[in-house]
C-alpha cells in the first residue's frame, strides 16, 4: 500500500460536466503513479486557510478547478509550501502553474468558420460567468475576432449565460422577443450552445438553415445533438494538471500555464458555403 500523502482537487461542482471529466483525467494519472485522490467540493469559498474542508498540511499537492477557492487563499497556499496546480484559471501576480484550454484560439476557429465557411456576419455571443477565466478569455477573444473580421455586434447581442444551460435558453428566448437581426449563435460552452439551439428550433427557427450555431469544447452530448463544436480534451486537461502537480512534488520547478490546442468538429449546425456560392458572390 502506498505511503504518500494525498493529493486533493478541489471544485465547487463535482457533478458538472466539465468538472467531472476533469477529474477523472486527475483520477487516471493520480492512479497511476501511486497517488490517492481526495476530491473536496466548496459549497461557499473560504476566505482562510482554517476554513478550509480538510488539513492541506497532510497534502502532497492539490489541484483547484476554475474560480472555487479565492485568489488570495491560493496564494497563502503556494507560499506556505503546497504544490499546486490550477485548472481553466490564473492567480494575477502569482507563478502558480496551470492548465487551460486555448480560448483565444478556440474562439478563432469558431469565428473563422462562421464568418469565412458559412458567410454569417451577425452573431450573438452567448457568455460564460464572468468571474471565471475561461469566461473573461473567451468573450475577449470573441470581441477581438469581431473587429479582425469589422462586423457590428450591438450590445444587445452579448447574452448571459454563466456556463449554465438552463440561463441560456431563457436568454435566448427573451432576445427573441425583440426581433432581433442575426444570423448565428456562438456560445462560450457547447452545453450552452446546445441549450439555445433546442430554444430556437421550439420556437420555429431553423438550424442552420435560419441560424447557425456553435459552441466551444465537446463532448458527448455535442456529438448526439449534431452541434458543431471546438474540441478540448477536458479530461486530458486533468492530466496535464496532475502530470502538472506531481512533477512539482518530485522537485521539479514549474511556472506558466501550458494550454491544450483545440480543432473544429464541423456537424449539422453549421452550413458552409458551397464552393459555387462562394464564386458567384451569393
Known amino acids: 500500500m502506498s505511503t504518500r500523502r494525498p493529493l486533493a482537487i478541489f471544485t465547487n461542482n463535482p457533478y458538472e460536466v466539465f468538472q467531472r471529466d476533469v477529474i ?8 497511476q503513479r501511486g497517488f490517492t485522490l481526495s476530491v473536496v467540493q466548496v459549497s461557499a469559498p473560504p476566505h482562510r486557510l482554517d476554513d478550509l474542508p480538510l488539513d492541506w498540511q497532510r497534502l502532497a499537492g492539490a489541484l483547484v478547478v476554475a474560480n472555487c477557492l479565492p485568489d ?10 503546497l504544490p499546486l496546480s490550477l485548472i481553466s484559471h490564473q492567480v494575477p ?22 464568418v469565412v465557411a458559412c458567410g454569417c456576419t451577425r452573431p450573438v455571443f452567448i457568455r460564460g460567468h464572468m468571474g471565471q477565466t475561461d469566461g473573461i478569455q473567451r468573450e475577449m477573444a470573441f470581441r477581438q475576432e469581431v473587429m479582425r473580421y469589422n462586423l457590428s455586434v450591438p450590445p444587445e447581442h452579448y447574452l448571459p449565460g454563466e456556463f449554465t444551460p438552463a440561463i441560456a435558453a431563457e436568454s435566448i ?15 462560450a460552452d457547447y452545453l450552452m450552445a446546445e441549450a439555445a ?14 441560424v447557425a450555431v456553435v459552441g466551444f469544447g465537446d463532448g458527448p452530448e455535442a456529438a ?7 474540441a478540448a480534451d477536458v479530461v486530458e486537461l486533468g492530466r496535464r494538471g496532475a502530470r ?29 458555403k458551397r464552393k459555387t456560392d462562394v464564386l458567384s458572390g451569393t
Open 244 to 272: 502538472q502537480l506531481i512533477g512539482q512534488i518530485e522537485g521539479l520547478r514549474i511556472r506558466g500555464l501550458t494550454l491544450l490546442s483545440t480543432e473544429l468538429v464541423e456537424r449539422a449546425t453549421t452550413q458552409p
Open 93 to 114: 501576480g502569482a507563478v502558480i502553474p496551470g492548465v487551460m484550454p486555448n480560448n483565444r484560439q478556440g474562439i478563432s476557429v469558431l469565428m473563422e468558420h462562421l
Open 197 to 210: 439551439m433546442r430554444a430556437l428550433q421550439a420556437r420555429g427557427w431553423r438550424v442552420p438553415e435560419d
Open 24 to 31: 477523472q483525467g486527475v483520477q487516471d494519472i493520480a492512479a
Open 173 to 187: 428566448t427573451r432576445f427573441l422577443q425583440t426581433r432581433p437581426d442575426f444570423d448565428s449563435v456562438l456560445a
Open 224 to 230: 448526439q445533438a449534431g452541434l458543431t463544436t471546438v
Open 72 to 81: 488570495d487563499l491560493l496564494r497563502a497556499l503556494h507560499a506556505g509550501g
